[in-house]
């Protein structure tokens, strides 16, 4: 691959943390779910920024499921799973990877890189990181600067600009060359893709690196810019160091009336070396964020204590480019979409001020009917063991929630199952769901 070296601008980020199977009790998790809200925040809202260390402590004193979560605090042996139902709000339940792919569009892949590349990668990334910097916007005349730091690693040469992508120029992003190892990861990481989706043709062209120095260093709910990756685009995250919780929620309405007012949160702890591939409905259809802890409650890696490092790879598509549109005030407007419906709207960076510009984005919404097409139809060629709904990019669909995986066996049965299928499960391997009526 190819290099470059300039400074770019981004405004997201995301992440991940450690290993753990754990159960929280529903009142808890709306607890959780409501410090989440408050203590962390995407990077569009400056609320992220807000928590004092103390307010973190407090926060965790007062949620038992931020302090219960660590993993040195869990049994050594795999627990089982419980499923703890409060009330009519909802419920948590711990699940397997396995499982997570069957109710949400993505999959987590444990000790993704060869262990000696992705110690290496670390070290190397830990020494740079240093020189990455804070993204900084303006939200009603107040500055606000991102709680993490980050950079752009540019593999293809002569791809589209960063800056169409939200990593706009006037952002001064740090942007660094991609040292072998990273480029050695990136083909690796291509590889975790391309085994799963041959037909896709995905292929990095660029990573944004994040650095969350501590417990307090957060990226909260988003979904990534879709500039430059088009409708649809497969993300994949790559977590190094020590394990943070990355989160997903579903952002929109589910298909089923049944389930219109619920909201599934996922959390899932990331240990060093794992990866989560984010399928093409997930920006669309779901937000992720890696929230605030307590460093008491974040998972030190050996090396790296208490920082987190992730790389999250994307796509961009030069041919996009010739859709690219102008807000009022002249810099590129950011494609968004939201409840199925594609979008372009003024998304001010660095100094600049928002200037109203909004508008339905007709090309995108096309674009996004091709590819469910496309890959609805290659995904139907293909030889999967068992039926199409047994693939994990599809299976999520089947189910309109986690109640029909709940609801179709018993949940001890289901853990058995699962552990059997995974051989012999890891707490790293379980993550915990909560359904509740929260409305998104
Ligand atoms: O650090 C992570 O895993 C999340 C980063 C992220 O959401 C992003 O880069 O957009
Ligand atoms: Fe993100």
């Given at each position: ?159 589209p600009?960063?800056?169409e992508d ?61 500039n430059s990756l ?86 961009s598509r030069?041919?996009l ?120």
């Amino acid at each position: 691959m190819k290099r470059k070296a300039r400074q770019v601008p981004i405004l997201q980020a995301l992440a991940c943390g450690a290993a753990a199977r754990q159960v929280v009790d529903l009142e808890e998790a709306s607890k959780e779910e409501s410090h989440a809200k408050s203590l962390s925040a995407d990077a569009e809202d400056p609320s992220c920024e807000k928590a004092t260390p103390e307010q973190i402590a407090n926060a965790a004193t007062s949620c038992p499921a931020l302090v219960s979560w660590p993993l040195h605090r869990l049994p050594a042996q795999p627990a089982t799973v419980r499923t703890v139902r409060v009330g009519e709000t909802g419920r948590a339940v711990s699940v397997s990877d396995q499982e997570l792919a069957a109710i949400a569009p993505v999959q987590l892949i444990r000790h993704a890189l060869p262990h000696e590349l992705a110690d290496q990668l670390l070290d190397s990334l830990l020494q740079e990181s240093d020189s990455w910097k804070a993204s900084s916007w303006i939200v009603h005349g107040n500055q606000f600067t991102t709680p993490r730091t980050s950079a752009i690693y540019e593999f293809a040469a002569g791809g589209p600009s960063s800056s169409e992508d939200g990593f706009g120029k006037e952002e001064s992003r740090t942007r660094c060359e991609p040292s072998a190892t990273l480029d050695r990861a990136a083909d690796l990481v291509q590889n975790l893709v391309r085994e799963r989706r041959p037909f896709a043709n995905w292929a990095p062209t660029l990573a944004l690196g994040n650095r969350y120095e501590n417990g307090r260093a957060c990226v909260g709910w988003h979904s990534d810019f879709l500039n430059s990756l088009g409708p649809r685009p497969i993300i994949v995250g790559l977590s190094l160091g020590s394990c943070r919780r990355f989160c997903l929620r579903r952002s929109t309405a589910p298909d089923s009336p049944r389930d219109a007012s619920k909201t599934i949160v996922a959390s899932i702890p990331m240990p060093h070396n794992t990866v989560v591939i984010m399928w093409d409905d997930c920006q669309e259809e779901w937000q992720h964020s890696v929230p605030r802890q307590a460093d008491s409650t974040v998972e030190k890696h050996a090396v790296a204590g208490l920082v987190r490092l992730s790389l999250t790879f994307r796509m961009s598509r030069p041919e996009l480019a010739q859709h690219r549109k102008s807000c009022h005030c002249g810099r590129p407007s950011a494609l968004k979409s939201k409840e199925g419906r594609y979008y372009l709207a003024c998304c001010p960076m660095g100094t600049s001020k928002q200037c109203g510009f909004w508008e339905p984005c007709s090309w995108a919404q096309e674009e996004a009917e091709r590819l469910r097409q496309k890959m609805k139809l290659e995904m139907e060629s293909l030889e999967f063991p068992g039926t199409r709904a047994e693939s994990p990019q599809y299976s999520h669909r089947r189910l309109t929630g986690i109640q029909e995986f709940s609801n179709s066996r018993s949940r001890n049965e289901a853990s058995t199952t699962w552990n059997a299928r995974s051989g012999n499960p890891h707490v790293a391997d379980r993550v915990s769901i909560e359904i509740s009526d929260d409305d998104t």
